[in-house]
């Protein structure tokens, strides 16, 4: 079932987003139970554990607690939960992408209907992508993981390691194997090949440069030359979507 939170200081918003939302998950026959809330601050403290909600569509421009402080206390609580910017203006875009908003629908636009349907779409999507999970046998013994949770794998010397981010820790997790045997299991996930050495998670690139991209741990890591213009297309095209 999907958890949905939505919150807006205008009714009018709200009842909007409810309608339509409801109408898309109907079609499809998917079960959901959809939450209101009128600020940010009754929305922080109905979410005290990472699962409460799947997605939150949130307004930016409301008093007391905005939609971008908002945000940011509910990432403290979960990284998975996906959050949507419902507003009327476009100039908070960097403030957003600190807070990972996943897209942002704009309440001035004549298609907001349509734009709220491509967006659950791509919410859909991705949220099957996230459910892929794997087995590996690491010299810390037999581990589950899911495609989420891999930040990177690192290659030296036939010895691959794992950077992942899960209960809300950091770990490095080794085994004996080539890059390539790890890269075709993870085709089907969001993953890209950015030198010899690196596989990369690209939902956990945080900023590109000319020559490396910088990961969610604060690792800067290189591309090769002969990956750099296959790795950079990969990356863009992916922000481009979400």
């Known amino acids: 079932m999907f958890r949905i939170a939505l919150c807006d200081d205008e009714e009018e918003y709200l009842e909007h987003e409810e309608k339509y939302i409801s109408k898309y998950l109907d079609k499809l026959d998917f079960d959901y139970k959809i939450t209101k809330f009128t600020n940010g601050f009754q929305l922080v403290n109905a979410m005290s554990q990472p699962h409460d909600f799947d997605m939150i569509f949130l307004d930016i421009d409301m008093a007391g607690l905005n939609g971008i402080e908002t945000a940011k206390q509910l990432r403290k609580v979960s990284d998975e939960v996906f959050i949507v910017f419902v507003t009327a203006y476009v100039n908070y875009s960097m403030e957003g992408y600190e807070a990972r908003a996943f897209r942002y629908l704009l309440k001035t636009k004549d298609d907001f209907k349509v734009r709220m349907r491509e967006c659950m779409n791509a919410i859909i999507l991705e949220y099957d992508r996230r459910k892929n999970c ?13 495609a989420d949770e891999i930040l990177y794998v690192e290659s030296e010397l036939h010895v691959v390691t794992f950077v992942v981010y899960r209960n809300n820790q950091l770990e490095r997790l080794t085994r004996y194997v080539g890059l390539n045997e790890i890269e075709e299991m993870l085709k089907k996930s969001l993953f890209c090949r950015i030198s010899q050495s690196y596989l990369v998670n690209i939902r956990h690139i945080l900023r590109m440069e000319e020559n490396q991209v910088q990961m969610r741990d604060g690792t800067w890591l290189p591309f090769s030359k002969s990956r750099k213009a296959k790795a950079k297309e990969a990356i863009l095209g992916y922000w481009g979507e979400v």
Do not use: A, N, T
């Not at 087995?135 to 581990?143: A, H, L, P």
């Open 134 to 146: 794997y087995f590996f046998s690491f010299r810390e013994g037999m581990v589950q993981l899911f």
